[in-house]
T-cell receptor, first 115, second 114 residues
Framework: NAGVTQTPKFQVLKTGQSMTLQCAQD?????MSWYRQDPGMGLRLIHY???????DQGEVPNGYNVSRSTTEDFPLRLLSAAPSQTSVYFC??????????????FGNGTRLTVT | AQSVTQPDIHITVSEGASLELRCNYS??????LFWYVQSPGQGLQLLLK??????LVQGIKGFEAEFKRSQSSFNLRKPSVHWSDAAEYFC????????????FGPGTRLSVLP
């Protein structure tokens, strides 16, 4: 029972490079989301998806793209990395979207440094 | 817009002492409220949640939280802290059309003295 799996665990990029953070869940959850965690700011929502083929922006979407071609996978793409994107990124999923009280299941995070 | 504040950035308590972590939220309707815990290098784990009914909710690891609508608060408590409770604690409110998006507070880091 893997839950939510994020890869890689650590990544260093140079300014201007692009990369994709991978997220996969094996729980058949409808809802998936990406957060970034910065000191003193908690977690902020980047993008989310309520099902395959459906994505929407969260609080801090600029500089990031997402797609949801399958229920299991929700990759996050950094188009042109900037030092301001240095952060810890968490993927999370939830079984339902209708009730609003389903807790999130988190991956273990990807620590990204942009130099 | 929804928001969550956690007034204490860092709290230190002695092992065996009681603990209360504060959380205040801003939300127009009845909120869905959550407490999560994060150990170093790990993702977040759900401690407890409130969405209706009894305003005192019990969670895992001996934690409880009380929802007070009049004070817009959802404080987390534990009667006797263990060294393994040292971690960062996040309060969150469910937002969005179905409450499926979460707004997190900035977190409170808990240190436990032996």
């Amino acid at each position: 029972n893997a839950g939510v799996t994020q890869t890689p665990k650590f990544q260093v990029l140079k300014t201007g490079q692009s990369m994709t953070l991978q997220c996969a869940q094996d729980m058949n959850h409808e809802y998936m989301s990406w957060y970034r965690q910065d000191p003193g700011m908690g977690l902020r929502l980047i993008h989310y998806s309520v099902g395959a083929g459906i994505t929407d922006q969260g609080e801090v979407p600029n500089g990031y793209n997402v797609s949801r071609s399958t229920t299991e996978d929700f990759p996050l793409r950094l188009l042109s990395a900037a030092p301001s994107q240095t952060s810890v990124y968490f993927c999370a999923s939830s079984p339902t979207i209708g009730t609003g009280n389903s807790p999130l299941h988190f991956g273990n995070g990807t620590r990204l440094t942009v130099t | 817009a929804q928001s969550v504040t956690q007034p204490d950035i860092h709290i230190t308590v002695s092992e065996g002492a009681s603990l209360e972590l504060r959380c205040n939220y801003s939300y127009g309707a009845t909120p869905y409220l959550f407490w999560y815990v994060q150990s170093p290098g790990q993702g977040l784990q759900l401690l407890l949640k409130y969405f209706s009914g009894d305003t005192l909710v019990q969670g895992i690891k001996g934690f409880e939280a009380e929802f007070k609508r009049s004070q817009s608060s959802f404080n987390l408590r534990k009667p006797s802290v263990h060294w393994s409770d040292a971690a960062e604690y996040f309060c969150a409110v469910g937002a969005g059309d179905y409450g499926q998006n979460f707004v997190f507070g900035p977190g409170t880091r808990l240190s436990v003295l032996p």
